[in-house]
Every structure is written in structure tokens, then in C-alpha cells.
């Protein structure tokens, strides 16, 4: 029996991302999508079908449709207002988007609605991804929350996420929807069972809908949901939701078929006991790595993090495999070592950086205390057992892939300078604030740090051409020097400071009298003189 065509509903990006093949804008929208986030062929209908029983679907079709174990648990009441019918019309009116947001869901649903139902929660949470991040789990919002959930950095750190240079809890799908549903109901709890005043507060904050209730309340004002005065985001993101239960509950009323989503787990989560690299991890999965990473964006790098979480996502089918090949791997072949002999004015750092490797790796492995490294000591640092391109969906290898479309304007290769913002840096080059951010895979807030690469798709038309016609410099305005004072910190040396502010090494001993033989210690105070604007280069 041939299964009817897959549709989903699922809120349009603010502005069109260049790695989807449509365009289409849907007002209102918060989050921007940042990286490739298409899911691989592995969520594939195909893939899916190897473990449905057809004819055991077709006895009993309520038993084995998650969707329908969806609608059992519905418990918001049906809304109709003007702000519900208005997300309801785009939503029926762009099908296109459907088929590509439940091929995301389709690994993660099962697991989501399992966690829902264990809290004892309305299952009208189990879409709250659509609304967030169109189950786009490399998405990176410009309000700086990230993941499936979009998690902030502070509230996910409240709610155990973890985030280092490894890894990053918000992107962690298992982790990341347990600690959702605790904030939800969390946010319930704090407004006496009031699930609309709970997922206002999810989005624009407690604070922002308290102060909303006390305003109104203060005016004499109706002080139910839709009388609040709220952000326009948040004014949206209620009434998204609320359409999605009306077309879930019965998309038959609006034209639409709903293919069936087997209520069955898809994905299995096993314990890895330790570090491991995710190249190694496809290997022993018969997986592409690719596919791994998609099942697993909370690893930032080519490995797991030393310290955990040590689990992997893996499809069931897979899982049983992996854990026999795992336990006949020897601990020491997990991850690759290799021997390291400092060099003269060689850190922890610039060596962490060679080897893309993280220095409390490094620190770790080789027993250090502190960040003192003694010329022609050898040192043992992990290292990726593939080139660091086939990590195709790492941090750095996504942000590089983005750098590098294709866009209207100049190409710009910018080195950041000390005093350097987003909001200079666009109107020097007359583009968006929120574009030129996006355009390497960050958020309007995040901080710029010196010597940290952009890339800048520049709209003023003058340039001078290097050899590279990747590296086209465009004069600064103008030239301020300023002279500003740097804290020491743990690693850092004069090469390092030198080379993140350009300046000499010779200039820094001239201007804080150190002679040579001098170490610089983490917290003494050292004064430089900058250009503010720098140059592009």
C-alpha cells in the first residue's frame, strides 16, 4: 500500500536561508537558520518503512500513528481569535515546507512525545520544535539561542546543558528536550497552570509576561493572553502553536493528509564510557559520518567530549551492532594520539590550535598544573583520526561551508582589531547588522574577539585586489590609536598578545619596559596602543 504524501507544518525563517532550495518569508518569525541543516538521507521514508508492520498498520492504525498518540494527549483548549487564523492561513498556504520539517522530526518525535507524556504535560508541547526551529538542529537564532529547543546560553546552563569547546548541550537532542520540558513545566507551575502565560514566558521571558499581567491589571485590562501587550515575537509565537493543534487535530478540515509516523521508537541512546572520536563512531555504526552528526549536533568538534556527556544517538537498528564492535575496541583506540616536542615560544594554546584539540585536553593527558611548557618537552595530544575537512558538520566546517556561498557583493576577508563591532563593521560596508553576522554563523550580541576571521560580502564597491581574489582589502576610514590595558591570562604570551592586537613583540616590551627573558604571568596588567578601526586584510 503506498503511504500518502508526508505533510508537517512548520514557521518560515525570517529571512531565507541559502541552503533552502525555496524562499519564502512568514512574518513574525524569531530565529535564523545558520549552517546546513537539511537531514540526510537517513530519515528517509525507506528507512523508516524497514520496521513498520504494514498490515499490522493497517488492523490497527490508531495503535502505531504517533500522531494520533499526539491528538489522545491534547489538552488546550481550541482557540479562534484573528492572531490563530492568521498563522493558520500561511500555514495552509505553503505546504512546500512541510515535507522538509517532518523529515527533520521524523528521528526525533518519538523520543520528544515519550519525554512529554513521562512529565504528564499537554502533548501541544511535543510541536513546540516546529514553532522554535523548524527541527533544524543546527539553528542559531539572533538572540543567540540555539538548538531544536533554542535555548539560551544562561537557561541552558540553569537546566544542566552543558557548553565548552566540545560540546554544546542546547544542540544535544535528548538532553536539550529533557531540560525543555523541565523549564515548561517549570514556567506552568510559576503562572498557576496558565500553559499560554507558560509558553509566553518561553519565549520573551517571566519577566516580560509579569510585567504584562501588572499593566494591564493596573488599567482596569482584561488580562488573558491575548490582551497582554508583548513583544511582537511573542505575540506570534502563542498563536503558531495553537494553529499547529487545529491542523494536527484535523488536517483533513484544512486539505491537508498527514502521513503516518510510526509510534515506534527510531533512535536508541548508548553509553560510550568514555571520549571517542565520531569518525570512529560511523565506522563501528556502518554510518556516514554526516549521519552522526545529525543525530548528534551537541559535539561541536571531531569527538566526543573528554569529560561527557559519553553517549551517542543512534538509529535501533544500528545500536546493537555498535555496542558489540565498541566493547571489542581497546579504550587506547578511541582516539588518536600523537607525540608533540615543544618548540621556543610555543603555548598551550597555538599547540591546542595545530592540533584542533582543546588546551584542557592537552593539560589533562600530560598531567599539567599550569601553562608553564618547557622547550623540548614532548607532550601527547588527541588528535582527529580523519583530515579535519571530513568532520563536514563541525562547528568550524559548517561556519567555513557558510562563509563561503556565494552572495551579492564584494568578498571581504576582515581580521577583527581590538574596538571592532558588528554595528561599525556594517555600516562601513553598508549591509545588515543581522546579515553580516549571520554571514559567519553568529549573533548580532556575540562578542567579536581580535584576530578572529569574517567574511563580508561588502556593498561599497571600492576595494584594492590582492593575488587572492578571496582577500580584497578595503581601506579603513580613517586612523585612531588608542591606548588600551590588557589583563594577562592564563596562556597567553607576547607572541600571542602581539599577534591578537597586530602589533610587534618589540613594541610590547617598549611600551610595559619588560626586558627580554621576562615571562608575562596570567593577571598582570600590560598597556598597548591600537588602531580602533584597524584594517581588513
Not at 209 to 228: C, D, H, Q, T, W
Not at 235 to 243: E, H, Q, R, W
Not at 301 to 322: M, N, Q, S
Not at 497 to 519: C, D, E, H, T
Request: proline residues 5%.
Amino acid at each position: 500500500m503506498q503511504k500518502p504524501i508526508l505533510i508537517i507544518i512548520f514557521s518560515a525563517l525570517l529571512s531565507a536561508c541559502a541552503t533552502f532550495q525555496a524562499t519564502v518569508e512568514e512574518p513574525d518569525t524569531h530565529y535564523t537558520v545558520i549552517g546546513d541543516a537539511a537531514f540526510p538521507a537517513l530519515a528517509q521514508n525507506e528507512t523508516i518503512q524497514q520496521y513498520l508492520d504494514d498490515e499490522t498498520m493497517a488492523a490497527e492504525p490508531e495503535r502505531h500513528d504517533l500522531w494520533q498518540r499526539i491528538r489522545d494527549g491534547f489538552a488546550f483548549e481550541d482557540v479562534d481569535h484573528p492572531r490563530v487564523q492568521r498563522q493558520l492561513n500561511w500555514y495552509v498556504k505553503h505546504p512546500e515546507y512541510m515535507a522538509r520539517v517532518v523529515e527533520r522530526a521524523r528521528p526525533y518525535m518519538h523520543l520528544i512525545v515519550e519525554a512529554v507524556e513521562e512529565k504528564g504535560i499537554p502533548t501541544e508541547l511535543a510541536l513546540l520544535p516546529i514553532v522554535e526551529s523548524a527541527f533544524q538542529p543546527f539553528a542559531y537564532s539572533h538572540g543567540r539561542a540555539s538548538g531544536i529547543w533554542q535555548f539560551i546560553s544562561s537557561t541552558g546552563k540553569r537546566y544542566g546543558l552543558k557548553q565548552n569547546w566540545w560540546y554544546d548541550g542546547r544542540r544535544d537532542v535528548y538532553a536539550s528536550t529533557q531540560a525543555a520540558i523541565h523549564l515548561l513545566d517549570d514556567l506552568n507551575k510559576n503562572f498557576k497552570g496558565n500553559w499560554l502565560y507558560a509558553l509566553s514566558a518561553y519565549n520573551a521571558g517571566g519577566g516580560n509576561v509579569r510585567k504584562a499581567i501588572r499593566r494591564n491589571k493596573r488599567l482596569g485590562k482584561p488580562i488573558e493572553y491575548f490582551s497582554l501587550k508583548l513583544p511582537a515575537e511573542t505575540k506570534a509565537y502563542v498563536p503558531k502553536l495553537l494553529a499547529l493543534k487545529k491542523i494536527i487535530n484535523n488536517p483533513e478540515k484544512y486539505g491537508l493528509t498527514l502521513d503516518v509516523i510510526t509510534n515506534k521508537a527510531y533512535l536508541e541512546k548508548v553509553d560510550t564510557g568514555s571520549q571517542i572520536d565520531l569518525a570512529r563512531v560511523a565506522e563501528l555504526a556502518d554510518m556516514e559520518l554526516d549521519d552522526i552528526y545529525k543525530l548528534n549536533p551537541g559535539f561541536n568538534r571531531w569527538a566526543t567530549a573528554p569529560k561527557g556527556p559519553h553517549y551517542v544517538l543512534l538509529p535501533i537498528e544500528k545500536a546493537g551492532d555498535f555496542k558489540e564492535k565498541l566493547a571489542q575496541l581497546p579504550r587506547d583506540q578511541r582516539i588518536r594520539w600523537v607525540r608533540h616536542k615543544i618548540r621556543k615560544g610555543e603555548t598551550l594554546s597555538t599547540i591546542a590550535r595545530k592540533y584542533n584539540t582543546s588546551t584542557s585536553s592537552i593539560k589533562k593527558v600530560n598531567r599539567l598544573r599550569g601553562h608553564m611548557l618547557r622547550e623540548g618537552r614532548g607532550l601527547t595530544i588527541p588528535v582527529a583520526s580523519k583530515k579535519i575537512g571530513s568532520y563536514k558538520l563541525s562547528a568550524n566546517q559548517r561556519k567555513s561551508k557558510l562563509q563561503n556561498i556565494p552572495r551579492k557583493g564584494l568578498k571581504v576577508t576582515h581580521i577583527v582589531q581590538s574596538g571592532d563591532t558588528f554595528w561599525a563593521l556594517a555600516q562601513r560596508h553598508k549591509v545588515g547588522v543581522r546579515q553580516l553576522a549571520k554571514w559567519n554563523s553568529m549573533a548580532p550580541r556575540d562578542a567579536l574577539r581580535p584576530g578572529q576571521k569574517l567574511i563580508i560580502w561588502s556593498r561599497t564597491g571600492k576595494s584594492i585586489s590582492h593575488n587572492d581574489p578571496d582577500n580584497i582589502v578595503i581601506p579603513p576610514k580613517r586612523n585612531v590609536t588608542k591606548r588600551i590595558g590588557y589583563r594577562v591570562r592564563s596562556g597567553d604570551s607576547l607572541a600571542r598578545i602581539a599577534q591578537k592586537f597586530r602589533v610587534s613583540i618589540r613594541q610590547l616590551r617598549r611600551w610595559n619596559r619588560l626586558p627580554k627573558g621576562r615571562y608575562l604571568q596570567p593577571g598582570q596588567r600590560i598597556t598597548l596602543f591600537v588602531n580602533v578601526f584597524g584594517t581588513s586584510g
